[in-house]
């Protein structure tokens, strides 16, 4: 019932850029933080950036700051992930999330829902 679906990975040029989308369906986004996480081959997922349930607040892990924009759409039930200047090492499983709690963006993975990810590939 409760269900976070990304979309818009693929394979893209160093240097290129890439629209992530998350979907959320079974429950209003309004009342949620939003988180878009990261995981590459062999390396722990990571926190890549947060947006506050109002849009007011966001956060940026030090690798993607001025790369990456994250925004959301509540009248639409959706959160994106704007990627520019992409570099090989952005090559990675990308989640999204839903945090309830405090309706605080995070950069950990204190998060009640997640979705199933979507592949990011950069390279030439």
């Known amino acids: 019932q409760l269900q976070l679906v990304e979309s818009g990975g693929g394979l893209v040029q160093p240097g290129g850029s890439l629209r992530l989308s998350c979907a959320a369906s079974?429950?209003?986004?309004?009342?949620?933080?939003m988180g878009w996480f990261r995981q590459a081959p062999g390396k722990e997922r990571e926190g890549v950036s947060c947006?506050?349930?109002?849009?007011?607040?966001?956060k940026y892990a030090d690798s993607v700051k001025g790369r990456l924009t994250i925004s959301r759409d509540n009248a639409k039930n959706t959160v994106y992930l704007q990627m520019n200047s992409l570099k090989p090492e952005d090559t990675a499983i990308y989640y999204c999330?839903?945090?309830?709690?405090?309706?605080?963006?995070?950069?950990?993975?204190?998060?009640?829902?997640w979705g199933q990810g979507t592949q990011v590939t950069v390279s030439s």
């Open positions: 999330a839903a945090r309830r709690r405090d309706r605080i963006c995070v950069l950990s993975d204190d998060y009640d829902y």
């Open positions: 079974g429950f209003i986004l309004d009342y949620y933080a």
């Open positions: 947006i506050s349930s109002s849009g007011g607040s966001t």
